[in-house]
C-alpha cells in the first residue's frame, strides 16, 4: 500500500465513524427537508475543503525549516505574515459582508495562488539548481519571502471570515455546535495536507514544489466554489429561514460598519471570546509549529533532508544510511488531523446537547486541557511520552478555535454582520499567533544548545502563562448566549 494512502486511510475511516454516530444521534427538528440538507452539504462542503486547502497553503511554509531557512529566520517571515492576518480584517470582514461569502473564499483561494506562486518561484531561483537555498544566502531571501508571505496572508484572512459568513445563513444557532465540529474537521484536514503532505513534497521532489501543489489545487477549489456555492438557501431555490442568532428579526439595511463596531465594543461576550482567541492562536501555533524541529534538533528524528538521502543512497545501490524514526513526528499531521477532527466533533456535540448550545464550558474544558499539558511537557521533554502530550493539547485547542472563531461568532455576530465579527475574532487569533512568532523565534534553544532536549524548558514555560490566561477568561463568558435584536436597522 502507497505511504500516503497508509496515512489517509486512519483518517478516512475516523471520518466515516464520526458519520454514522453523528448520524444515528437525535437531532434538532427545525423542518429542513432531505432536499435542503443534500444542497446544504453541496454548499458547505466545496468552501470547506477550499478552507483546508488554504491552510495548506499557508502552514507549507514550515516544511522549509532546513532547505530554505532556519527556525529563527522562519519565525520572523511567519510574524510578517500573521501580524498582516491579524490586521486584515479592518478591511476583510466589512468587505465580506457588503459582497458575500461565495465571492471572497474565490478571491482568497485566487490569492493565495498566486503568493504561493511567487514564493515558490522566489525559493527555485535562489536554491541555484541544488537541494537548498546556500546558508549565506538565506538572510537576504528573508525580507523577500516575509513580504510574499504576508500577500498570502492577507488573501488567506478571508478564508474564515468566507467559510463563517456562508454558513451562518445555512445552519441555524441549534445546529452550530455541530459546525463547529464541521469547521474543527476542516482546520484538521488542513493540517494534515500542510504537514504530512508537504512533508511527502519535500521528500521526493524540492521545495518549490511544497508552494506549487497547493496552488494547482486552490485553483481547482476556486473553480468548484463558482459552479455549488450560494451565500443563502434563497439564491440556492431553497427558502430563507429564522436562525435564531443576534440577526433574529433583522429586516431593514445592514447595519454601517461604525454600528457593528459599537456594538462588539458594548458587548462583554464578543470581547471576551477575541481576547480568548488570542490566546488560542498564540497556544495553537506554540505546538504546532515547532514539535517536529524539536524533534529533528533533539536527535530523536530524521530530518526530510536526511530520509531524501537515504533514499538516494539505496537506489543507488548503496549501504542505507541509518536515520532516527519517531511515530509521532513522522505522521505529525495525521495525528493533528485525527486529534483536530475528535476534539471539534466532541466539542460540538457536547455544547450543543449538554450546555444547551452555550460555547464558553466546552472552551473552559478544553483550556484545562491545555494547562493540564503544559504542566506535563515540563517532565516529557526528555522521553518519547511528548509527542503524545502535545498532540492532545493539539486537540483540546484546535476544538476551542472551532467552537468560538467558527460558531460564536456566527451566534453573536448573526448573518448579517458575521464578516466583520468572525473578522475580529479571527483577527485576534493571528495577532496572538505574531505574538507567540515573536516570542518563540528569540527563548527556544539555538545551535548546539538545542541538541539537549532539556534546554526546551522554555517552551513548555511560555505556553503555560498563556493557557492560565485563556482558562481564566473562558469563565467570564461561562453563560453567555447572543441577544435576539427585533429592531430593523
Not at 468587505?95 to 483561494?109: F, M, N, Q, S, W
Not at 513548555?460 to 502563562?465: C, D, G, T
Request: aromatic share 12%; charged share 15%; glycine share 12%.
Amino acid at each position: 500500500m502507497p505511504a500516503w494512502l497508509t496515512e489517509l486511510l486512519p483518517i478516512v475511516l475516523l471520518l466515516a465513524l464520526i458519520v454514522v454516530v453523528v448520524g444515528r444521534l437525535p437531532r434538532a427538528d427545525l423542518g429542513h427537508s432531505p432536499a435542503f440538507l443534500r444542497r446544504r452539504f453541496a454548499n458547505w462542503f466545496p468552501v470547506g475543503l477550499t478552507y483546508a486547502f488554504l491552510y495548506m497553503g499557508r502552514y507549507n511554509l514550515n516544511a522549509c525549516i532546513g532547505p530554505v531557512f532556519d527556525k529563527a529566520q522562519f519565525s520572523d517571515i511567519y510574524f510578517w505574515g500573521t501580524l498582516t492576518y491579524g490586521f486584515s480584517f479592518v478591511l476583510n470582514g466589512p468587505i465580506t459582508d457588503r459582497i458575500g461569502g461565495k465571492k471572497t473564499i474565490i478571491l482568497a483561494a485566487v490569492g493565495a495562488l498566486g503568493a504561493n506562486v511567487a514564493i515558490g518561484l522566489l525559493i527555485r531561483q535562489a536554491m541555484h539548481g541544488t537541494g537548498s537555498v546556500p546558508k549565506a544566502e538565506q538572510a537576504a531571501l528573508v525580507p523577500m519571502l516575509s513580504a510574499l508571505y504576508a500577500v498570502n496572508m492577507y488573501f488567506q484572512s478571508f478564508g474564515a471570515v468566507s467559510i463563517v459568513k456562508v454558513n451562518s445563513a445555512w445552519f441555524h444557532l441549534r445546529e452550530r455546535g455541530t459546525f463547529g465540529g464541521i469547521f474543527g474537521i476542516l482546520i484538521s484536514l488542513g493540517l494534515y495536507f500542510a504537514y504530512d503532505w508537504c512533508k511527502f513534497i519535500l521528500e521526493r521532489t524540492s521545495a518549490p514544489w511544497v508552494f506549487f501543489v497547493p496552488a494547482m489545487i486552490l485553483g481547482i477549489f476556486a473553480l468548484l466554489d463558482l459552479i455549488f456555492v450560494r451565500d443563502t438557501p434563497g439564491e440556492a431555490g431553497h427558502t430563507d429561514f429564522d436562525l435564531g442568532d443576534a440577526s433574529s428579526g433583522q429586516t431593514g439595511p445592514r447595519m454601517k460598519l461604525v454600528s457593528v463596531l459599537k456594538m462588539m465594543l458594548g458587548s462583554p461576550a464578543i470581547l471576551t471570546i477575541a481576547a480568548i482567541e488570542f490566546f488560542s492562536g498564540y497556544l495553537r501555533n506554540s505546538i504546532l509549529q515547532y514539535y517536529r524541529t524539536f524533534a529533528e534538533e533533539t536527535g530523536r528524528a530524521a530530518t526530510a533532508a536526511a530520509k531524501k538521502a537515504a533514499s538516494v543512497a539505496v537506489a543507488s545501490g548503496l549501504p542505507a544510511p541509518e536515520v532516527a524514526t519517531e511515530f509521532v513526528h513522522d505522521h505529525w499531521g495525521m495525528l493533528n488531523c485525527m486529534a483536530g477532527i475528535s476534539g471539534g466533533v466532541l466539542a460540538g456535540l457536547i455544547s450543543d446537547r449538554v450546555f444547551g448550545s452555550r460555547r464558553g464550558p466546552v472552551a473552559g474544558v478544553l483550556y484545562g486541557v491545555m494547562v493540564a499539558g503544559a504542566l506535563l511537557m515540563f517532565g516529557a521533554l526528555n522521553t518519547r511520552a511528548i509527542g503524545w502530550v502535545v498532540v492532545i493539547m493539539s486537540l483540546a485547542i484546535i476544538g476551542v478555535h472551532g467552537m468560538l472563531s467558527g460558531t460564536a461568532s456566527m451566534d453573536f455576530g448573526g448573518k448579517r454582520n458575521v464578516g466583520v465579527v468572525v473578522g475580529v475574532i479571527d483577527g485576534f487569533v493571528y495577532l496572538g499567533t505574531a505574538f507567540e512568532a515573536l516570542v518563540l523565534g528569540r527563548v527556544l534553544p539555538k545551535g548546539d544548545l538545542a541538541k539537549d532536549s532539556h534546554a526546551w524548558w522554555t517552551w513548555p514555560a511560555v505556553i503555560l502563562p498563556a493557557a492560565l490566561i485563556g482558562l481564566a477568561l473562558t469563565t467570564r463568558v461561562w453563560n453567555a448566549r447572543p441577544a435576539k435584536t427585533t429592531a430593523a436597522h
